[in-house]
């Protein structure tokens, strides 16, 4: 009788580095490419920097969209197939709304650290512009019943009850379908409950702005930004952005309460773009002469009930679960908001990084050192293409560990539709 198989020990997950094409507001430059031609750019840029054309190079990619078209139906395999990677490698994709990108990153890190690849790739990639539109549900359900006639009169007698206003499409829509109220509508009820001010929304993407433009003009994201189609650099920053013309917006969400507070300035806009970051154990990474740039030690998902829940006092917000899954998480290795270095959460609204700076604080964590928070700025000022961001977020925050060129550690923080969120922890040693 022969032993049986018994799990590894497990390794240390390295994030090696990423690649990422500029974010561009939609219906811009990205217009007419696809989900599919963005992240190939995305992988393509990754292949060339860290060599990975040969054979096996790459034991697994996996990545994502939010808003996906049936040709999206194996994004992440046709991806493999029209970019540069080994067209062997195998591929699969993940979608848990804008925290797609960071459950790659997980999914693809628990491999490794459990020694079933050496590496692999993890990503993202959304347009707004390019949206799938479904059809009118009317109308497909004719065209099903005329599909199963029998015969051609049994067919012409279902497609005669056509009617024009059949002809319009559904368009998606940015919201919740259990509460039909968009996302922007529900971080304003989040607002309004944790009494975050206007002022302090716009003081928050300013500091965005001002410091995604810093870290451009200091070549930060020279070797993690590709070009594609014209854009160098992410389209929706503006390196002028200042309090004073933030508060010349006008309010967008919550115009059914008291003082709306949330405007196009200081909530993130439509975007396209697609980001990858390459995660591999070190025996890898030594035998190819990479240097990690930070290591993949916990992370943690959590979920609201934000259809019953405590909505109106703040706890069960759509975008409230990080307020959750942190501490959690924290508790569970042994740290505080103290002890990290650098802190990225994703920007979706201004007013929802400050409602979960406050829960955390109600959870008994330290305040935020806001010298230490998004120190390269964020979604604000970067654009958010959905599945984009979390492998955004983990290649920056990454090399901004790597320049601190001494022991660090990195927390990360990304809400998601569905009132969902998922965490994780970068470190130095």
């Excluded at 240390?12 to 561009?24: E, K, L, N, Q, S």
Aim: charged share 25%; aromatic share 4%; hydrophobic share 45%.
């Amino acid at each position: 009788m022969t032993d049986s198989l018994q799990p590894p020990a497990t390794r240390r997950v390295a994030v090696v580095g990423g690649t990422r094409i500029p974010f561009a507001r939609s219906d811009g430059p990205y217009a007419t490419a696809s989900n599919q031609d963005m992240l190939t750019a995305a992988l393509d840029g990754l292949v060339e920097r860290y060599d990975l054309q040969e054979p096996g190079a790459v034991g697994e990619f996996v990545a994502g969209a939010v808003l996906k078209h049936s040709r999206d139906f194996n994004l992440a395999r046709e991806t493999v197939l029209g970019s540069r990677l080994d067209p062997r490698t195998p591929a699969y994709d993940i979608q848990q709304a804008c925290g797609t990108g960071l459950q790659a990153v997980v999914a693809v890190a628990n491999k490794i650290m459990l020694g079933q690849l050496e590496s692999g790739v993890a990503g993202g990639a959304d347009t707004a512009s390019d949206a799938p539109l479904r059809l009118n549900d009317r109308l497909r359900r004719i065209l099903l019943e005329a599909r199963r006639a029998r015969s051609t009169g049994a067919r012409l007698k279902a497609l005669s009850k056509v009617r024009p206003s059949h002809l319009v499409p559904d368009i998606p829509r940015n919201a919740e379908p259990r509460t039909r109220l968009s996302m922007g509508e529900h971080a304003a009820v989040t607002a309004r409950a944790w009494g975050i001010t206007r002022e302090a929304q716009d003081e928050l993407a300013a500091a965005s702005h001002r410091k995604l433009a810093a870290a451009y003009e200091r070549g930060f994201f020279q070797d993690l930004v590709v070009p594609f189609r014209g854009l160098a650099r992410d389209q929706n920053l503006r390196p002028g952005s200042t309090v004073e013309k933030l508060a010349t917006l006008k309010p967008v969400f919550g115009l059914d309460g008291p003082e709306p507070t949330m405007t196009a300035g200081n909530s993130t806009p439509l975007t396209d773009g697609a980001a990858t970051v390459l995660l591999a154990s070190e025996e890898w990474a030594e035998a190819r002469g990479l240097k990690p740039l930070a290591y993949l030690t916990a992370y943690e998902t959590a979920a609201v009930d934000f259809v019953h829940g405590d909505v109106a006092d703040g706890e069960d917000g759509l975008l409230m679960a990080p307020a959750h899954a942190v501490p959690r998480m924290l508790e569970r290795a042994g740290l505080g908001i103290e002890d990290f270095d650098l802190i990225e959460i994703h920007e979706a609204f201004a007013s929802q990084v400050l409602a979960t700076l406050a829960a955390w604080e109600k959870r008994g964590l330290a305040p935020v050192d806001r010298d230490r928070l998004n120190v390269a700025g964020s979604s604000l000022a970067t654009g958010h293409p959905f599945a984009a961001t979390g492998a955004r977020v983990v290649a920056t925050l990454a090399k901004l560990l790597a320049e601190r060129d001494g022991p660090g550690r990195g927390l990360i923080s990304v809400c998601a539709a569905g009132g969902q969120g998922v965490t994780a922890i970068l470190e130095r040693a």
